[in-house]
């Protein structure tokens, strides 16, 4: 490869890697030091809706901005002005206050913030192609993690030393990095030429997201069955992660600093898991990625659920440790997993908006299962709610066995990983 292309490439892939890390670094650390704060005046149901609030945000608008992107071709554009506005968004809560006021801000923010993902990951897997889909999506979910784990890891911290408006100052800026990194990105199918208007835009994306004929392309290998599992995993793991950060301190009684490290073991598993993972998709297959899963996000609420039984503070958090390191594994193998099963069946021009809708599958999730987790806690506790959970994500895995075929072979592969 000559000398110019292979600096093109890094390049590229650094600002991939960039954009990936400060979107997810941004946004966990929102969610993380917001439950605190809501957590320290309102009930645990007020803390689920800190979660609730962000994924409907996710669920309404992640098809319909990858929906504008596909039907303008302008990906790029899309990246940079949803990155932007997510940045101004998040200003407004470094002066005012109050659990109703913040919460109207964090769906605000999570409006725009639906853009990156389906747009983004779009690119990624274009630019992997069949062979290498499940090795991009991998390293660019790992430089996801990277972000991941530095927005836990020193959301205790911040907590203790800084203001609230201080920051909420540093996530905007977050916000800002994403939409400077995506100014570097080249969208690999551009269609700068095609018809733009306002009307037209409205028209045709109203007509993708609500079709009454050709949604082929929804049932291909199952699809649709994949969708309803992410919900389910959704419901499971979205809804114990809501209640984590106070769990861990009220209930099972860590610091906010040790907090922090706990929920950082997550993410930085998922550095080097993603990037394993999508090789081993791309040796294996998707399906076997996929089932895994979303039987480990069950193991994760089932560990964590224990940790409210009996014991030293110690074995409560090395049991917890355990649950999220589990949870790195499982989230690993499911994000390579389905990302790399809808790049491979899905029409290019409709790429960006079935990973939106995967979104929405994961956002509607996060909607029911945050309050819903809140307020069974407030009845039955926390240990019951948690365990009870974890047989729906196992449910996802048994509809996946069921009803969901394989997407890819790997060349030479007959049951076995394909050789290097």
Request: net charge positive; proline share 4%.
């Amino acid at each position: 490869m000559p000398v110019g292309s292979i600096r093109r490439v890094s390049g590229q892939n650094a600002a991939i890697a960039t954009a990936a890390a400060a979107n997810k670094g941004g946004s966990i650390l929102m969610g993380t030091v917001m439950a605190i704060y809501v957590g320290r005046v309102g009930t645990p149901f007020a803390v689920g809706l800190v979660t609730a609030t962000y994924f409907f945000g996710l669920m309404v608008f992640s098809p319909i901005w990858g929906a504008i992107a596909d039907v303008t071709g302008r990906r790029r554009t899309v990246l940079v002005l949803s990155a932007a506005c997510a940045a101004v968004a998040i200003l407004p809560l470094t002066f005012v206050g109050g659990v109703g006021i913040s919460l109207g801000f964090r769906t605000l923010f999570a409006v725009f913030a639906a853009g990156f993902l389906p747009v983004m990951l779009t690119v990624v897997s274009e630019r992997g192609g069949d062979s290498e889909r499940g090795r991009a999506v991998g390293l660019f979910s790992s430089a996801a993690a990277v972000g991941f784990m530095l927005g836990q890891f020193t959301s205790g911290a911040l907590i203790e030393l800084f203001p609230r408006s201080t920051i909420y100052l540093l996530i905007a800026g977050f916000a800002a990095i994403v939409a400077v990194a995506c100014l570097a990105v080249e969208d690999p199918t551009p269609d700068q030429n095609r018809e733009v208007t306002f009307g037209l835009i409205a028209q045709k994306t109203a007509n993708r997201l609500v079709p009454t004929t050709g949604i082929d392309h929804l049932q291909t290998n199952g699809l649709q069955w994949l969708y309803v599992a992410s919900f389910l995993r959704s419901v499971t793991v979205l809804g114990m992660t809501s209640l984590l950060p106070v769990y861990l301190v009220s209930n099972v009684g860590v610091s906010p600093f040790v907090m922090g490290v706990l929920l950082a073991i997550n993410p930085a598993v998922q550095i080097a898991g993603m990037y394993l993972m999508g090789r081993l998709s791309d040796r294996v297959g998707r399906k076997r990625l996929i089932v895994s899963g979303l039987v480990g996000s069950g193991g994760y609420t089932l560990l964590l659920g224990l940790t409210a039984m009996p014991g030293t503070l110690s074995g409560q958090v090395l049991l917890a440790g355990l649950g999220l390191f589990c949870l790195g594994t499982s989230f690993s193998a499911l994000q390579t997993g389905i990302i790399s099963f809808i790049g491979d069946v899905a029409p290019t021009d409709r790429e960006s908006e079935l990973i939106g809708l995967r979104s929405t599958a994961r956002g509607f999730g996060g909607v029911v299962a945050p309050p819903l987790f809140g307020f069974s806690a407030m009845v039955v506790g926390f240990q019951t709610t948690f365990l009870a959970a974890t047989l729906l994500s196992w449910m996802g895995a048994a509809l996946v066995i069921r009803f969901v075929s394989e997407s890819y072979a790997p060349t030479g592969a007959t049951g076995m990983p394909a050789v290097d």
